[in-house]
């Protein structure tokens, strides 16, 4: 089964920083989620990828399939951009049709 | 408005009341999933379905069921509640096989088992 690993765990950051955030995975995948889960509890799909590299407005998610590495960036990091961020990975090979999921980092944006 | 509809959003209960969640898609999904949510474990997977009639165990199945007579609907019976359910449930559906699309999730719904 996958293990997949985010870091950092927390991040505390100021408005107008740009914010990184990893995740490892420990087997070959088929595809890599990023969702974001506000303060209220929703969770929304920000990106589904499986190379290279994708960007929506101010946030890109790249992944690295040979090193089991994905990021994802905020440029001009805002205080509405405050969330938990997971990272989602669905396995390469047949069996449940599931995705493993990151336990998240939780990033705060101050004004 | 595309959406997955989830009811109740809150519910308190006791243990071995049986109860169903509700989970209904608008959008014509072929997939659809049911997740639990807990502090330092994260989002697991319990159960999902890849079309009418076709469902399957995720990775936390035990003490749930499910079932999927209709594209649209996909509820979740605890047949017998226990303490350790208490969790965050999210119900969330995708065009087809769920980890190749964006999936789209419901509201939520937090379950309390005294």
């Known amino acids: 089964k996958n293990e997949v690993e985010q870091s950092p765990q927390n991040l505390t950051a100021q408005e107008g920083e740009f914010i990184t955030i990893n995740c490892s995975y420990s087997?070959?995948?088929?595809?890599l989620h990023w969702l974001q889960q506000h303060p209220g509890g929703g969770i929304v799909s920000l990106f589904m990828?499986?190379?290279g590299k994708k960007k929506h407005g101010r946030l890109i998610a790249t992944i690295n399939i040979q090193e089991k590495h994905s990021s994802l960036h905020i440029t001009a990091s805002h205080p509405r951009d405050s969330a938990v961020y997971i990272c989602a990975v669905r396995g390469s090979g047949g069996g449940a049709d599931g995705l493993t999921f990151g336990k998240g980092t939780h990033l705060i944006i101050q004004p | 408005e595309a959406q997955v509809t989830q009811n109740p959003r809150y519910l308190i209960t006791v243990t071995g009341k049986k109860l169903t969640v509700t989970c209904s898609q608008n959008?014509?999904?072929?997939?659809m999933s049911w997740y639990r949510q807990d502090p330092g474990l994260g989002l697991r997977q319990i159960y999902y379905s890849m079309n009418v009639e076709v469902t399957d165990k995720g990775d936390v199945p035990e003490g749930y069921k499910v079932s999927r007579k209709e594209k649209r609907n996909f509820p979740l019976i605890l047949e017998s509640p226990s303490p350790n359910q208490t969790s965050l449930y999210f119900c969330?559906?995708?065009?087809?096989?769920?980890?190749?699309?964006?999936?789209?999730f419901g509201a939520g719904t937090r379950l309390s088992v005294l």
């Open positions: 990828l499986s190379s």
């Open positions: 969330a559906s995708s065009p087809r096989t769920g980890g190749l699309y964006i999936q789209y």
């Open positions: 959008m014509n999904h072929e997939y």
């Open positions: 087997v070959g995948i088929s595809a």
